[in-house]
T-cell receptor
Framework: QKEVEQNSGPLSVPEGAIASLNCTYSDRGSQSFFWYRQYSGKSPELIMFIYSNGDKEDGRFTAQLNKASQYVSLLIRDSQPSDSATYLCAVNGGKLIFGQGTELSVKP | DAGVIQSPRHEVTEMGQEVTLRCKPISGHDYLFWYRQTMMRGLELLIYFNNNVPIDDSGMPEDRFSAKMPNASFSTLKIQPSEPRDSAVYFC??????????FGDGTRLSIL
């Protein structure tokens, strides 16, 4: 079992819809959780981090964490074509472990 | 503020040659990380430093890979001898304690 798992996608949503990206992790001792966005040919860019169970909202982005289920998700409301990118989930249980990423495509 | 600075941006060399990748972390960041990204394996942590000291090098694939951090503002990742399977994008990242990592633009390495 991979330490951090994400669906590779591609996930395709129409413009204006909600995109839901999911991630599961295996280390129950993990303390902090991050979502990075990576455009093709670019470096990963931090967009959200969450440490506590529940929801954390920042603009159109909401991160959700459920430590009991070892699950973290990212919701993107009112998706825009500029949100098309690969989204990397990263989990810190001593060192940062990245998932393989989910490719998101937002169609105009 | 300057972000993490990596050089070169692109490197193409023949197998067997020595490759040196360079990184300047964000000033004041105590942690420096080296990652490798490929389509097959995704983003993998190779090694990280805290206060210039290597803490975890378990991700370094082979003895051909070595990393140093002689001071707080500079780190190198060397591959000697290089092989075609080392072709990848190599990222350097830095952070303060318990803070998110910030990535450089990466070095795209091609070994022919």
């Amino acid at each position: 079992q991979k330490e951090v798992e994400q669906n590779s996608g591609p996930l395709s949503v129409p413009e204006g819809a909600i995109a839901s990206l999911n991630c599961t992790y295996s280390d129950r001792g993990s303390q902090s959780f991050f979502w990075y966005r990576q455009y093709s040919g670019k470096s990963p860019e931090l967009i959200m981090f969450i440490y506590s169970n529940g929801d954390k909202e920042d603009g159109r982005f909401t991160a959700q964490l459920n430590k009991a289920s070892q699950y973290v998700s990212l919701l993107i409301r009112d998706s825009q074509p500029s949100d098309s990118a690969t989204y990397l989930c990263a989990v810190n249980g001593g060192k940062l472990i990245f998932g393989q990423g989910t490719e998101l495509s937002v169609k105009p | 503020d300057a972000g993490v600075i990596q050089s070169p941006r692109h490197e193409v060399t023949e197998m067997g040659q020595e490759v040196t990748l360079r990184c300047k972390p964000i000033s004041g960041h105590d942690y420096l990380f080296w990652y490798r990204q490929t389509m097959m394996r995704g983003l993998e942590l190779l090694i990280y430093f805290n206060n210039n000291v290597p803490i975890d090098d378990s991700g370094m694939p082979e003895d051909r890979f070595s990393a140093k951090m002689p001071n707080a503002s500079f780190s190198t990742l060397k591959i000697q001898p290089s092989e075609p399977r080392d072709s990848a994008v190599y990222f350097c990242a830095s952070s303060s304690p318990a803070q998110p990592q910030h990535f450089g633009d990466g070095t795209r390495l091609s070994i022919l």
